[in-house]
């Protein structure tokens, strides 16, 4: 860790306790005093006597300072304090044996967050090995464990289609964050499963959970994206998918539910669902952003492939939200060809901003899947 990462950790955990003892120290003083003890025992010194300090404690110490410390900051929702412990846990991997870490990760009378490390520990420790994930994975069948933990380990080990049925039942019996995540992983190893379960959640989303159809709309969009699309059937099923998400969009209540309903049309990756997104008023200029960052090769193909002035119209619609030099060349080309003068000008304008003030687009969607 550099010592300015170190810095601003202290800080923020100072400016944590300068608010809890002058605001709320009336209502969290056993908060306050444990703060203060944690700050007398480890952060009055520097960066190197703590690191030292660390390393002398024993593998069982260091479990036990970090189960301590995550009691007193869990309920302060500030763990920069672990992040040194947790560093040298990490380093120590292979001191602690696996029947020693799958023990903490079943200990209820560890905190959550000393449980959820114990699972990454072991995870990084066998990262290459999937046998030793079939044993960790073990835990998702045993009814005492932690919804939390189970959802910590079903997003971090890796699972293959030997998986399918286990992440199947998950899904069919939770509706929390658990399913989520077990959606999540069955669309990467079995997209056809995840999208036929998708189907049946968003049949009826109003008896749903608001993780179980998020994650829905998650794997259908995935499904589309990369399974049918030369199926005779993708532009119905594309086209519904996409009327699915408006309809949550312009009906639900719940933000999250609508924010996953955009995702999900951006993630399809398609002209159609790119251009919704940019053409419908009701969705707010960040998500907007968000679709054209991830979408901007499908932008890029559009004006490739001898654009109409509405679909010209579509990208330049993009660009006055976004301006990405990738489609000034390709802009520059198709908007000699406009012929309408009040789209003209505007293509001319964007094109004016893009090579002022574009980005370069986003490489992360490159090899995207």
């Known amino acids: 860790m550099s010592r300015r990462s ?7 955990i100072c400016f944590t306790l300068l608010l ?3 605001i709320v120290a009336a209502n969290y003083e056993p908060i306050v005093t444990n ?3 944690i700050l007398q025992k480890y952060l009055v010194k520097d960066e190197l006597a703590l690191n030292n300090d660390i390393k002398k404690l024993t593998k069982e110490q260091l479990i036990n300072e970090i189960d301590v410390f995550s009691t007193t900051f869990e309920e ?15 380093q120590r991997k292979n001191e602690i044996g696996d029947l020693e870490i799958i023990n903490n990760i079943k200990d209820t009378t560890r905190t959550l967050t000393t449980r959820e490390i114990m699972v990454d520990l072991y995870i990084v420790k066998h990262e290459n090995d999937i046998n030793k994930h079939n044993e960790i994975k073990k835990l998702l069948q045993e009814e005492s464990i932690d919804k939390n933990i189970k959802a910590r380990i079903v997003s ?15 899904i069919e019996e939770d509706d929390g964050i658990l399913a989520f995540h077990s959606m999540k992983k069955l669309t990467k190893i079995d997209p056809q499963k995840a999208y036929e379960i998708s189907r049946e959640i968003l049949l009826n989303t109003n008896s749903q959970s608001k993780d ?6 998650r794997s259908t969009a995935f499904f ?3 399974d049918v699309s030369n199926s005779q059937n993708y532009e119905i099923l594309e086209t519904d998918f996409i009327n699915l998400c408006l309809d949550i969009i312009y009906s639900s209540d719940d933000l999250f539910l609508k924010d996953s309903a955009v995702f999900a049309i951006s993630e399809i990756g398609s002209k159609k669902s790119i251009s919704t997104i940019i053409e419908i008023e009701f969705i707010d200029r960040e998500l907007k952003v968000f679709a054209i960052d991830q979408n901007y090769l499908k932008l890029k193909e559009i004006l490739l492939n001898n654009p109409v002035e509405k679909e010209i119209e579509i990208v330049v619609k993009a660009m006055e939200l976004m301006p990405i030099l990738d489609l000034v060349e390709g802009l520059e080309k198709v908007t000699k060809n406009i012929e309408d003068n009040n789209l003209k000008q505007r293509s001319e304008d964007v094109l004016k901003n893009m090579r002022a003030h574009g980005i370069k687009g986003n490489q992360k969607w490159l090899g995207q899947k």
């Open 6 to 12: 170190f810095k601003v950790i202290l800080l923020s």
């Open 76 to 90: 302060a929702n500030n763990n920069n304090i672990l992040i040194p412990f947790v560093e040298q846990l990490f």
């Open 224 to 226: 589309l994206r990369n």
């Open 35 to 37: 703060y203060t003890s």
């Open 20 to 22: 809890s003892a002058g």
């Open 212 to 217: 179980r159809v998020s994650a829905a709309l």
């Open 156 to 170: 971090t080990a890796r699972f293959t289609k030997n998986d399918v049925e286990l992440l199947k039942g998950i």
